[in-house]
Nanobody, 125 residues
Framework: QVQLVESGGGLVQAGGSLRLSCAAS????????VGWFRQAPGKEREFVAF????????DYQDSVKGRFTASRDNAKNTVYLQMNYLQPGDTAVYYC??????????????????WGQGTQVTVSS
């Protein structure tokens, strides 16, 4: 079992930045692949970003490429999502998901075994 806790959300103006954190406890987080997802009111939870445990390779939804960056500090059992040039369309609850081992489809929420409670990001225009 691994427990995930997201933090770092808040209210920011368009063009601003936030850094989300996903802190893990329970097991060695360094062996877990991590995906970031978000869910806006009335919408499905959607993929945002992914970072692998082994190589640190990453993948992003097209709408956030060049603006968001996923990173990890395995010594701190924490994964980050740096979000720059935020837009009102980025407003959502952001979640991190984790899976130990191969992720069959890193953009599918069902591929992850553990989830945090989410952190709210609100971008005003």
């Amino acid at each position: 079992q691994v427990q995930l806790v997201e933090s770092g959300g808040g209210l920011v103006q368009a063009g601003g930045s936030l850094r989300l954190s996903c802190a893990a406890s329970g097991r060695t987080f360094s062996f877990y692949n991590v995906g970031w997802f978000r869910q806006a009111p009335g919408k499905e939870r959607e993929f945002v970003a992914f970072i692998s445990w082994k190589s640190g390779s990453s993948d992003y939804q097209d709408s956030v490429k060049g603006r968001f960056t996923a990173s990890r500090d395995n010594a701190k059992n924490t994964v980050y999502l740096q979000m720059n040039y935020l837009q009102p369309g980025d407003t959502a609850v952001y979640y991190c998901g984790a899976k130990s081992g191969v992720v069959i489809n890193l953009r599918e929420r069902g591929s992850y075994d553990y989830w945090g409670q989410g952190t709210q990001v609100t971008v005003s225009s």
